[in-house]
């Protein structure tokens, strides 16, 4: 034995030889196949996690991956579809669309979604031509409208606008795959058309590399342009009306074909721009727009309604003829003034010049529009049978155009008035009962009676086509089936209508009230383009169209004692009511008439003196083609 020292203690020596002679079944449990299975229990749990996390990215997300693994290389590109085009009746546009661009660029890496700034279109077209945008950036493509004919056309072409945030969460538009962005017609042929004049936009896939740089195209989806629509309007007339129309003042103009009830032009004073609606306004400026107290986008031709004046006279005539109330050889003499207890109820003309106009027929009282006579044919017609044929013509009701904002007015009769003031404190006010003398407001147009500048056209032309009720429309009819399909036959009698004619033929006659249409001639050349000299007088002849017409003057309790101008005539008149004297020019136009003109000025006269000269230049528009 070696011995170590002092240094090194023997009880060290016995221990390590104590611990080197322990049993086997005295180990801890991790020693020896303690170990190995713990080991292969961790190696199991680790393989558990890998396959659950593969199971997890393959099935379970893995469609959700594969999507953002393909966004981050592909992306789509909106190819927007330009709207239809509307059309005038001779195939001239309305409207035009103009490309917009915007160049759409990412926000900054720190940023979600993209930017989006508008370009010029020298600029867009510079930049698609070029084609070297910066990574992540290209040029987008969309279409604005402008509206060629402005106010002229406003109300019945109308305009579009972008969708709100709320009409697009609405089921209406989801099911129609709007999106945000998109316009719609909001009034007029944009709106009642919106569906087909709406294009569908395409999609192009293109793949971008890791910095958004467009790499090659994949794919293209064609976007589908909107249909074009021929609608009725004719936009040189529809201009001409708008420039006749006085400036500063309120009203309407309704011109239309009496066969078909086609709206040629349509204009409601004051007016607005639809470009404003599609080039952009100020918050500031929709706010003076809508609280503007003339109410410049409420369209008077089919939603105002007023007192017709002396132009009713034309359905008392009717009524009094169908009904065998009056005859042509019925008469009235006139005296100035009807007097009923303490009520008088005067002529015009002995009110404003104190003279009469002694005996009276219906032909006569159409010619001088007088008042005593027609007093007295409501009188004998009755106010309920009035009222029938009233509503006969369209009064009262909607006559159904396409147009929203149509208003029906109001055909009162007896038992209307006692629906009316039903209230005890009405019926103290106002008496409930009918009297003779509401009958002769309603006999000239007057009273309670209120009709739109439409229904007075409708009824217009009721007379002009021979007794047909054709329905406004602002669609373009091409075919005799649907002119037919738009008309109903009233079934009046043939002498009813020819008296009627002849006393609205002499009211646009020497010696009638329609005085700016006496001798109504328009300048026609004579031989070929190259061979007329505009300096020349005698390279144009006077043309004379005779015109059939009825004037009114409405009172509508104005505390300036102002009166609305009507006035409502067609043009030409059949052969057989032109007088001989036109007929020995041998230089006039006749024939089935071709347009009708409806003409209301609020507050401003006299329809002769105001209204009339308007209906005269857009009749000189027309037939001096």
Known sequence: MVKLGSAFSDNLVSSHKVRSKQKPDELPWWAGAGRALMFATVLCVGFFVLIWRLFDLTLVHGREYRQLSDNNRTRDVVRHAPRGILLDRTGKPLVRNIPQYRLIKPCGAESIGECVSFLTQDEGDRLMRSGGLPAGQFVEVDYVRRYLYGEATAHVVGYTGELSQEELSSDYYKSRNYGLGDRVGRMGAEEVYNERLRGRDGKELVEIDSTGKILRTLGRQE???????????????????????????????????????????????????????????????????????????????????????????????????????????????????????????????????????????????LQRSNDIFFYKAGEWIGVTKLAQWARKVGIGAPLGIELSGEAGGLMPDPAWKKIRFATEADKIARNDEWYLGDTYHISIGQGYLLTTPLAVNTWTNIIANGGKLCRPTIRKITSLREEREQCKDLGLKKESINIIMEGMEKACATGGTGWPLFNFAVSKATGTPADVQESSPSAAVKVQIPVACKTGTAEFGDPKNRTHAWFTAFAPIPEQYIPDDIKATENYIDGNPEISVTVLVEGAGEGSNVAAPIAKKIFEEWFSR
Do not use: C
């Open 223 to 365: 976007e589908l342009a909107g249909e074009n629509i021929s609608l009725a309007l004719d936009g040189a007339l529809a201009k001409a009306a708008a420039d006749a129309f006085p400036p500063g003042h309120k009203g309407a103009i309704i011109v239309t074909k009496p066969s078909s009830g086609e709206v040629l032009a349509m204009y409601s004073s004051p007016g607005f721009s639809p470009d404003a609606f599609t080039v952009g306004m100020s918050q500031a400026e929709y706010a003076a727009l809508i609280s503007n107290p003339d109410l410049p986008m409420f369209n008077r031709a089919i939603g105002g309604s007023y007192p017709p004046g002396s132009t009713f006279k034309i359905v008392t005539s009717l009524a009094g003829l169908e009904e065998g109330a009056i005859t042509k050889s019925t008469t009235v003499e006139d005296n100035g003034v009807i007097t009923i207890g303490p009520f008088t109820f005067p002529n015009w003309y002995f009110l404003q010049y104190g003279k009469t106009e002694g005996i009276v027929n219906v032909v006569k009282a």
